[in-house]
Antibody
Framework: QVQLQESGPGLVKPSETLSLTCNVS????????WSWLRQPPGKGLEWIGF???????NYNPSLKSRVSISTDTSKNQFSLKLSSVTAADTAVYYC??????????????WGQGTLVTVSS | DIQMTQSPSSLSASVGDRVTISCRAS??????LNWYQQKPGKAPKLLMY???NLQSGVPSRFRGRGYGTDFTLTISSLQPEDFATYYC????????FGQGTKVEMK
């Protein structure tokens, strides 16, 4: 079955750009939406945005000015860039597939998550 | 954004108990409601989608109900592996999550 794995630096300096990659294995990226979400330590979940396999994107309005999600289907990967980070961006970042059926959609499966700390 | 409010924020229960978690949306979301289970240090796991559909492989003791603004997740007989935090999530528009309900051992 499809498995997702996040990778990238665990420490980013304030004002710099956070960059993460999600590797998709066990299946094709075609015909699916692929999302990034995050969870600050001890807090709840926040959806960041998604990309369709054809590169169409949709972002959370609260983060839209700082977020970019791209895809490389030849490598079965998609990536997140979040610019001008502050300590408030410290979180576990998850990638997930957005499954759809009957007009509904949900997140499944998820990667294991990677902690990114913003600190100088 | 649609606000999702879960209650209670935490509860204490024993193995074998029936547990119900509520989730309320700030506006009608039809059946665009999903439930996830998260254990410490792990990623969330999908339990229910479209309010009442059990994800493949999830035990039948989990049941989701509701429509519009009010939803519930019920665990009919709590098992040791069910102690976790549960989140609801609306997919009506920009996805948002409830704040979570932690199910702890009494």
């Amino acid at each position: 079955q499809v498995q997702l794995q996040e990778s990238g630096p665990g420490l980013v300096k304030p004002s710099e750009t956070l960059s993460l990659t999600c590797n998709v294995s066990g299946g094709s990226m075609n015909s699916y939406y692929w999302s990034w979400l995050r969870q600050p330590p001890g807090k709840g979940l926040e959806w960041i945005g998604f990309i369709y396999y054809n590169a169409n994107t949709n972002y959370n309005p609260s983060l839209k000015s700082r977020v970019s999600i791209s895809t490389d289907t030849s490598k079965n990967q998609f990536s997140l860039k979040l610019s001008s980070v502050t300590a408030a961006d410290t979180a576990v970042y998850y990638c997930a597939r957005s499954e759809r059926g009957g007009g509904y959609n949900w997140f499944h499966p998820w990667g294991q998550g990677t902690l990114v700390t913003v600190s100088s | 954004d649609i606000q999702m409010t879960q209650s209670p924020s935490s509860l204490s229960a024993s193995v074998g108990d029936r547990v119900t978690i509520s989730c309320r949306a700030s506006q009608s979301i039809s059946s665009y409601l999903n439930w996830y289970q998260q254990k410490p240090g792990k990623a969330p796991k999908l339990l229910m989608y479209a309010a009442s559909n059990l994800q493949s492989g999830v035990p039948s003791r989990f049941r989701g109900r509701g429509y519009g603004t009010d939803f519930t997740l019920t665990i009919s007989s709590l098992q040791p592996e069910d102690f976790a935090t549960y989140y609801c999530q609306q997919s009506y528009n920009t996805p948002t999550f409830g704040q979570g309900t932690k199910v702890e051992m009494k």
